[in-house]
């Protein structure tokens, strides 16, 4: 997924659809936002940033997950299976990203890329509703599609990547 | 000046407690299991070795509390889980990258192995002990037979649970006060001076007390080393590992950790068994207590103040 900082206002329609479509429990989000504030006045520049799990290539929580609830499907959307999950919280304290979060039921629960609506060839919510279109979402193995278009285009970086996790979400601006 | 402002409900610990995942049953059990750790090792080591009469205390006394605090351990663990009814998938799956799963299976060795020994030891407790039954009869002398096996089990399976409870945490490169591979030795060494520090309380005899705390002051000062160490290597590590370090040199956790664990739980614990060594007369359960208390401190104020480090961006 690429996120387009240089478009989004921070209106978090994304955390709001992303709450509604996955009936997200009331104090928990699967993906928020995050404003940026660099420099003093005059000189100041602000970044406003959709983020959410970065379902990176070498996810620290896939690897220290002890019974294989989590795990990266063909893809590559790193997913908690709930039946096997025990809520032991290591993957949550894995994550440099913080994009986990203890479900009230017990299991951990965290962004899927709306897999259940990808697979029947529909976008994530969080794009779906995006009124500024800063969203693109898109197999980045597919050089035709919407993230990989943008990306080939624009300026991008990811987020600490210097955390060594290969991270997937990239924040042009 | 860079300011990050949170505007939706974004969770990390200075919005919302639920990304400081672990409460104290982890370092509790961090504790119990290290302690438990060190025990079973002190005790295997001097088995073999044929010291079980002159260290009577360490091979066949202390270890009663081994079980005892591997179940307690394993409680706070469960306590801990939040999908309970789900801890059997533990054990129906083996995960190598995983240092909880290699704990969980080596839980599920260490502690059947430590029950045994206490069983075999059993009238060192109780005298007029008496199996009843053919077949535990026939256990305990199967067993006997093959209590030098059972040591070396015990032995190895004890340093795995001593630096797994470290490895736990370093295994974790999101949290920058915990990714240093330093915690599982420094770990292995306070659990065995908890252990060694348990012996010191249960012995009677003076000579066996000697040789513990001779063993605690060795391993205070392995664990003072492996402190500073840790501290050298943050200090020359990125940026991340700096503001770690910065936590207990001048930052929020200082103090607690300065006084708690080095100070009570290390330098004057230390410092009473030196002037016991000399001959002076200090009441054993003093230091003893102190290096128990220490160990528990270390393993909480890591815990908590891991939680708190984290990545910049």
Not at chain 2, 18 to 25: D, E, K, V
């Amino acid at each position: 997924m690429a996120v387009n900082t240089r478009k989004c206002v921070g209106c978090s329609d994304c955390v709001v659809a992303c709450q509604t479509e996955n009936s997200v429990p009331i104090g928990f989000c699967r993906d928020w936002i995050v404003e940026v504030n660099n420099g003093t006045y005059p000189q100041i520049t602000t970044e406003i940033r959709s983020e959410r799990c970065n379902h990176c290539d070498n996810a620290p929580c896939v690897r220290c997950c002890p019974t294989g609830a989590s795990h990266i499907i063909a893809g590559g959307i790193v997913l908690v299976k709930k039946t096997e999950c025990i809520g032991c919280g290591a993957c949550i304290a894995s994550c440099p990203y913080d994009a986990r979060y203890p479900h009230p039921s017990g299991y951990v629960d965290k962004c899927t890329f709306c897999e259940h609506r990808i697979k029947n060839g529909m976008l994530p919510a969080c794009v779906e509703v995006c009124p500024t279109k800063c969203l693109y979402f898109g197999d980045l193995d597919d050089p035709n599609s919407d993230a990989s278009v943008v990306l080939k285009k624009n300026r991008y970086k990811t987020l600490i990547p210097e955390a060594g996790t290969v991270p997937q979400l990239y924040f042009i601006y | 000046m860079k300011e990050e402002l949170i505007v939706s409900g974004r969770m990390n610990d200075l919005v919302d407690p639920n990304l400081h995942i672990w409460h104290w049953p982890i370092p509790l059990y961090l504790f119990l299991g290290g302690m438990a750790a060190g025990i079973l090792c002190l005790a295997a080591l001097y088995y073999m070795q044929g010291k079980e009469d002159k260290y009577r205390t360490a091979v066949r006394i202390t270890p009663f509390l081994a079980p005892l605090l591997l179940v307690l351990g394993l409680l706070a663990l469960f306590i801990d889980l939040r999908h309970k009814l789900y801890f059997w998938q533990l054990y129906t799956n083996i995960k190598f990258q995983s240092p909880m799963s290699w704990g969980a299976w080596t839980l599920m060795v260490i502690t059947p192995v430590s029950f045994i020994w206490c069983a075999l030891n059993i009238k060192e407790l109780f005298p007029k002990w008496d199996w009843k039954f053919r077949w535990l009869k026939f256990l305990d002398e199967f067993f006997t037979k093959y209590k030098k096996a059972l040591a070396w089990v015990m032995l190895i399976f004890g340093i795995i649970l001593g630096i797994y409870t470290g490895i736990l945490l370093s295994a974790f490169n999101a949290r920058p006060l915990w990714n240093t591979s330093i915690l599982g030795p420094l770990f292995l060494a306070s659990g065995i001076s908890a252990g060694a520090a348990a012996t010191l309380i249960l012995s009677k005899n003076s000579e066996e007390r000697t040789h513990f705390a001779r063993i605690d002051l060795v391993f205070l000062g392995v664990e003072l080393f492996l402190i500073i160490h840790m501290f050298m290597g943050f200090l020359a590590s990125t940026q991340v590992q700096i503001d770690a370090a910065r936590m207990f040199l001048g930052g929020e956790f200082t103090t607690s950790f300065w006084i708690f664990v080095v100070f009570m739980g290390m330098i004057i614990p230390a410092l009473l068994e030196i002037m016991e060594l000399r001959k002076y007369h200090i009441p054993a359960v003093i230091p003893a207590l102190l290096v128990i208390f220490g160990s528990l401190m270390l393993r909480f104020i890591i815990v908590h103040a891991g939680q708190a480090s984290r990545w910049l961006y």
